[in-house]
């Protein structure tokens, strides 16, 4: 996905670029590139937003691993994100009782991604350029 900074760095780099624009029929030079000091006001457009068009920068912090959850931000793709990027919990009651919390978190998360996954696989062209068109909108 063009609008995560991982997603938008893998279509550039690995050859994606192509299978993009003929799919979405949209250039990546069209949309606006991913940029942290606006996160806010994008989050904040997008609310305002029918669901689940509300999703959008919940799915950017899951395409970036910045959701703030160890379950869905953990990875051990070094080539991405370094050496010893694996998470180490202690087998302690209460970090295990954290990691319930978490988990339980993680499972809300997926299932709002999943409605809007499953709308935008609904109608996928039309609906993603809705996306885009919110995302490009000039900032205020």
């Given at each position: ?100 919390r978490q988990w339980k978190k ?13 709308w935008l696989e609904g109608d ?17």
């Amino acid at each position: 996905m063009p609008l995560s900074h991982d997603g938008r760095y893998r279509l550039e780099h690995y050859e994606g670029q192509d299978w993009y624009e003929t799919l979405f029929e949209f250039s990546l030079e069209a949309i606006q590139t991913p940029n942290p000091s606006r996160f806010n006001q994008l989050r904040q457009r997008f609310n305002q937003q029918p669901l689940p068009l509300r999703f959008i920068p919940l799915l950017v912090t899951i395409f970036d691993k910045n959701t703030g959850n160890i379950w869905l931000d953990s990875t051990n793709n070094e080539e991405a994100y370094g050496y010893g990027c694996d998470t180490i919990v202690p087998w302690k009651v209460d970090e295990i009782q954290n990691l319930i919390r978490q988990w339980k978190k993680a499972k809300d998360i997926l299932t709002r991604i999943k409605t809007l996954a499953d709308w935008l696989e609904g109608d996928l062209k039309p609906r993603f350029k809705q996306v885009l068109t919110i995302w490009n909108l000039p900032q205020p």
